[in-house]
Each structure stands twice: as C-alpha cells, then as structure tokens.
C-alpha cells in the first residue's frame, strides 16, 4: 500500500521568509496530493491540492509542486506570516482509495 | 452546510467501559472517514464507508472497534473494553466519490477521548 514520508519534522523560519516541505509517496498510482493545516486543537483544514496532471499549483502565497517521476511534493509558503504557524499534513491518494497521510511537519514562524 | 460534525467533543472513561462516537458528513457527501490522531502524529486511517458500504478496515484496528453507516447517512464507531491505548483524538472526515477523480476531506473537530 501507499507509503508517505515528510520532512522536516519541525522547521522555523523568520517572519517574513519562504518555508518548504516536502513529502514523497510510493505509490505510483497516487494521482491526488493535498495539503493540510491544523492548528493547535483545531481541525485539519485543505490548504491546498494537486492532481498527478498537473506539475504545479499557486494560491496567493502557497503553492505545490509535484514531480511524479521522482515521486515527491512540496509545499512551499511565501512571505510567512505568524498566523502560518502550525501543524501541516502532505497526503497522497490512489484514485477511489483511502487517504494516507504524512506525519506532519510542525511550522513556527518566528517575529 | 454546517460541515462535517462529531459528537462528542470530549469523553473521559474508566478503562473497560464501552464507548460510542457519531459523525454526521456533509450532507451530499457520499464516503465518510474514519482516523485516530495522536499528539504529533499525523491522522492514522482507520476505516472508510461509500454510502452505507464499509470498503476497507485498517489492519492495524483492532477488533473491539466497529464502525457502521446504516443509512449512508451518519456514522458510529464504537470501542469496546477500553484500553489506556486508546487514547486519542477521534477524527471523521467526508468526501463526495464520483470516480475517477478524488474529492478533498474535509475534516469535523474530533472526539478527545481519555482513558483513566
């Protein structure tokens, strides 16, 4: 089955400054990678999505990349802001399967 | 569509006694997601339903723990003779399944379950 790895585990950065996760999955048939954000005691919330068709995907300052060949994803926030602050989830889906998640990657961005 | 909603919030028990937890999707939503969190770990799978079938059961789930979906509607996951272990933070989560093309999660607030 689908095997999902994060890194890093913990990453702070400056106010201010680009932070980048990265995930990689083994399955190759995963064909849907999305990103979440949970805070403390607060739910996971979709942040941000991609789709095996496409190789990258921007929304203000978030934006995902994906490189099926070397089967890995990466989250990348620009301008990080405190409110950034929290846990954040990568996951990566075989068409109609179960969801399988990455063990998170705690953000702190610092003031 | 208020999302996707769990109850309870919280439940502390004895270790041994039997617990239930409900999940209601969103509402046109036709799988529902069951997962365990705990701190610092990301959501481990537990188990899924498409309407009111059952597809899949993480091997990892033992058998005191069952979930049902009677009407494809609201979910129950039930533990039975609580374990210390089981402690956890009890995720639901729904999507709408189409096929071919899957749909994000969208997750409710989760059950904080405490084993004394």
């Known amino acids: 089955g689908e095997n999902v790895e994060q890194h890093p585990s913990t990453l702070s950065v400056q106010e201010g400054d680009s932070a980048v996760i990265k995930c990689t999955y083994s399955?190759?048939?995963?064909?849907?990678f999305p990103w979440y954000k949970q805070e403390l005691g607060k739910r996971p919330q979709l942040i941000i999505d991609?789709?095996?068709?496409?190789g990258e995907k921007k929304d203000q300052r978030i934006a995902v990349t994906l490189n099926k060949t070397a089967k890995h994803f990466s989250l990348h926030i620009t301008e990080t802001q405190p409110e950034d602050s929290a846990v954040y989830f990568c996951?990566?889906?075989?068409?109609?399967?179960?969801?399988?998640f990455g063990p998170g990657t705690r953000l702190s961005v610092l003031p | 569509d208020t999302g996707v909603s769990q109850n309870p919030r919280h439940k502390i028990t004895k270790r041994g006694q039997n617990v239930t937890f409900r999940c209601d999707p969103i509402?046109?939503?036709?799988?529902l997601y069951w997962y365990r969190q705990t701190l610092g770990q990301g959501p481990e799978f537990l188990t899924y339903?498409?309407?009111?079938?059952?597809?899949?059961k993480s091997r990892l789930l033992s058998d005191r723990f069952s979930a049902e979906r009677p009407k494809g509607s609201f979910s129950t996951l039930e533990i039975q003779r609580t374990e210390q272990g089981d402690s956890a933070m009890y995720l639901c989560?729904?999507?709408?399944?189409?096929?071919?093309?899957?749909?994000?999660?969208?997750f409710g607030d989760g059950t904080r379950l405490s084993i004394l």
């Open positions: 399955d190759s048939a995963s064909n849907y």
């Open positions: 989560a729904s999507s709408l399944w189409g096929g071919p093309i899957n749909q994000p999660q969208h």
């Open positions: 509402s046109e939503h036709n799988r």
């Open positions: 339903f498409q309407n009111e079938a059952q597809l899949e």
């Open positions: 991609i789709r095996s068709n496409v």
């Open positions: 996951a990566a889906i075989v068409s109609g399967q179960n969801f399988v």
